[in-house]
């Protein structure tokens, strides 16, 4: 199931097992505190992909393991790369993956900073390569299951980072990069700016981690990964199936 | 010395510990024949990264498992980005590292079309950031134990391919992805119009073997890969110490 | 207030007056339906700019009309720039404004399409030009009262368009645009699919109308668009004032 | 006749009645003297769009409010954008009126440092687009007429600025905008120099009017805008029975 | 005097005996018809800047051969290269002169249509090198003289090509490449299109000459290109006096 | 055989005489030590190019004297261009001359830095236009003639440079541009960095000069430059025969 693993012998084969149906995960290397690692993003991404995978019978290709890092930038440990750069390294896998016979790319994406790249690069591929669909995903169908295993609140509308979520997706996921005894709580004050101008965490935040990671359980984890998992195979099966019939 | 499973708190004492030296392993998706996956300059270039960390203290980044793969493009399974993805690629991930304190970046390459982007993003960096020191490592220091261990001509005055040489790497650094039953003797004639005019590689061959792959031995693979990495770590060593002495 | 409408003679003396403070209305044209002009998302920004302008003095600069409209490219009327285009024209303004002597510059958008590209420039900007503030505002503050006076439910968690919602704004703020004789209701189906994967909008609707627009009325209008204009005015002067005390 | 207002269900039948021809007014935001407007050539472009779109029956579009001003960039209150991004912007909107079903792009200009963007924009939609026709026009048949308003000598042999002409041309097209009271007169000297080397004005004049502004009149304005969009309207309607020909 | 000819060890005080002033030829390959060479642009450019340098002791660089051919590019023979490549040749090269310590560029141009490229060219220099002046010449100082020896009124406002003209500057400066006795009288009615909508010459002219080359004589050459070396022997000297003086 | 020296009206004859065939000069302006030019690549470009055109019937185009030369940039007198702008300079001239009836277009190279730039440049023309067969030469079919003509063994493996070989290359092609009685022995110890970090050729060598250029001999060179020469035209004439049975 791991793209990288096969031979160039038996690759057009294991393409039509495949159902010609490619999952790209894409993670960052980034700040997550003290009790998970620069890697998180790319643990999760791959890890989410593998299950896709041995669900979907997709073929797995290797992370691309650096992201768009802006907000966590100035911290220790974390790589940025540009959106521009991000943008055109997804369009020229997407044009190899449709020219190596594939239909379906699906981006697992573990880190909310790539998702305008992300999003940008599935619309240029859109535009250029009809025959190819491209899904950007990110934890996708979780909104409930969120909101009914969550014990505190969210520090953000929208970000998660390093806490009671992620660390118990990490539990889940990749518990053995997970150090549980330095998990911190550190709840931290989204000024009103924050949406509205470009506002890098530091002035936020001295850890990085945004809420309760003592609260993460591997249940919690379990849950939302599960969930998550679930909604990426029913969009995925359901467009090969929906290709089976009209190929 | 995975840079990856740090975390963001202890990572400024390991900076310091790895003597404000990064590894950053670049390979590519390629077919390699029969016997030999597709990510067989992942896996090279990721093993050697592991060996000069091993000797230097260095940190070793997540491997870009993406290269420049024009003349193999057409093969089943490989996967090409331009070098102008990969140059900005690298340019921005040399940006971050000397951001986070870092004094020299060694990528060590698995795949030769990555050579010339590589080159490029050194210089760029170079005209950039002179503090940085940025190396571009394709199994350096091995001409002599090339000529040494080899039973068989090279089919190319500069390429060898999942042939009786990078088949030896593989099974010294990576024997649980070989398939020795599968390995083939193809000797491609390349065309003397090969080198001055783009020539895509399945008008020369049909296998991607440029060679014997069936005389790989684990022992050959160790003579050159134990060159390649002693050579690495003798420049790089060198650096470090020249940076101790004048900070 | 106008920016256009002052001379080069009496212009230093307006930029102190306007206490530095710039305002940039950002619109798009696009289909809104039978009911509201192609135009609406200008008419919007422009006139939520004059309420800006009057309570916070600031200078407002002509609209830039034309905005990124890729869900909506393929109705009848609507027109398209790329993120690239719009991202370059609002740093090259920035960076003119900068040497104009201005320290802040509030872009104020009508069209939830722009607002990647304009998040995009306000971070080159704040990259290059550290004492310059970039505001990107798109109806900020507003979550609770559009909460209170929706009598339908939202058609989309991020969306609304030409909907109970929009009309109203455009109700209250530009009257004369609009027909509510030729209002409709027209509730669609946004396909689980429609956030992971790129879907114009001609997948999801014939008219453009994501909602019930004959429930708008000038007071729901006039309820929102005041708690927005108020986030606004609060957050500049807050940061005008910041600027009176260390200058 | 205003593109903005129409609403998307009427707008296929505006196309067809508007003879597939749309008008595109393009100004800049740039130092005028004490008596005209930063918005000067904003308000020209516009008002001369106006008039063609009255007498063609073409669809007038919201005006691009910014242009290339790199001589009197340094002026107070001039706003420049560069060559390529102007480029851009019109490049992607003449694609989509191309989508949208015009077949004739007249781009009206009221500021000639637009020129050669417009012109190069001009290129690539027509090696791009060849159903296409767009025109740039900047007061096109009008030499004749100037020469005999003209009571003063023009201060350069291309360039007229705030000055006789201008001014003339805002009496006529925007009077209200016009304080003829502070107008002046402030012949500058071009130095040899400034057509062979870059040559920002404020080394040539300190007020920006390049003649005199005192010699304006309604009169003189009438006769030379009446001039450009006699010419104006002529190529165009010509072009439309052309179309109209042969469809 | 020919910059290519000297070698690195004379370099620095060649430079200092030329004013720190080099001359830098800008041609085309572009049809002339049937009396003139492909390359008369390029001749032009040479001959000319040789007079410049014989006089002002300026460094002659080798020819820019290869110019912005959009007008003519489909006529037999013609190269054309893009504004932007021309654009990014004139800056690399302005870097490294202003490296190689080199105080004044003078790009001595010998074809209309490279005009904006190098204006840009030479703006952009303008701004991130202060201290290097840079000029581009297209036969300055010659309006005057240009009326005086004209026979024949000019088939363009602007344009003069394999005309009477061009063919009596090439019988001046490079008889042994001119054809009399194939030279035609040919003149083309621009189309009051032509200067407001992109027009290829192809639908003007047939032979690419615009009037009547059997008029041209060498003494009409030596008036006009005595002119313009002249003038920009002038501006040039004037200039190396100045620097002299403030070093 | 000259390009330039045509004319527009036997062109097309021309092309079909040249068998559809163009060179393309290639060098750079570059220091070469006390006895060499700074134009040595340019000429020994244009005469290797002259030989071939001889022998083959082929156009030769003017050379393009600029080139990449960033390890010799900071020597007296070198000028230097970037990667990019060669690319996109050959890029534009390959589809003009594919436009012009070329189906054979031979870049000629005097400069081994341009060669990345040339080698890029030949694989986007061969994506973009098949029909168009791209050459890239330096010096090829050479190796062993120059072992057998060298006296000195090679200060580096790759690079030879106003030295010995190149030097006797000049006494051969370019012999009234030698200064034999400057010519120096200078054999410079290039450090095991040098092919793996960015390392300008200041740190290496100050005269620019790579080996004994006191031993360079005519003969020496005739026997280099006509194997290079027999070897171009042994594959041109291949190619030519090979379109003239398939046209």
Not at 70 to 97: A, E, H, K, M, Y
Not at 237 to 242: L, S
């Amino acid at each position: 199931m791991l793209y990288e693993y096969l031979n160039s012998f038996d690759f057009q084969k294991a393409v039509r097992k495949a159902k010609h149906t490619a999952l790209l995960p894409v993670g960052a290397v980034e700040a997550h505190g003290p009790h998970l690692p620069l890697g998180t993003d790319n643990l999760l991404a791959e890890r989410l992909a593998r299950r896709v995978a041995e669900q979907t019978g997709a073929l797995q290709l290797p992370v691309i393991a650096y992201g768009q890092v802006w907000s966590l930038r100035r911290f220790p440990g974390s790589l940025n790369i540009s959106n521009d750069t991000l943008i055109r390294l997804i369009v020229d896998i997407g044009r190899s993956l449709h020219f190596q016979g594939f239909r379906i790319l699906a981006v697992i994406n573990g880190h909310l900073g790539n998702n305008p790249a992300l999003k940008e690069a599935a619309r240029i591929l859109y535009d250029e390569i009809r025959e190819l669909k491209v899904y950007h995903f990110f934890y996708p169908g979780t909104r409930d299951v969120i909101r009914e295993v969550r014990e505190t609140p969210a520090a953000h509308a929208t970000y998660f980072h390093a806490c009671e979520l992620e660390t118990s997706y990490m539990l889940y996921l990749a518990e053995e990069y997970v150090d549980m005894e330095r998990a911190i709580r550190d709840v931290p004050k989204f000024t009103e700016e924050a949406d509205v101008t470009p506002t890098p965490w530091e002035e936020i935040t001295e850890t990085a981690v945004l809420g309760d990671a003592t609260l993460a359980t591997k249940e919690k984890g379990k849950k939302v990964i599960d969930a998550a998992v679930a909604r990426m195979v029913e969009l995925l099966q359901r467009e090969q199936e929906r290709m089976a019939e009209s190929p």
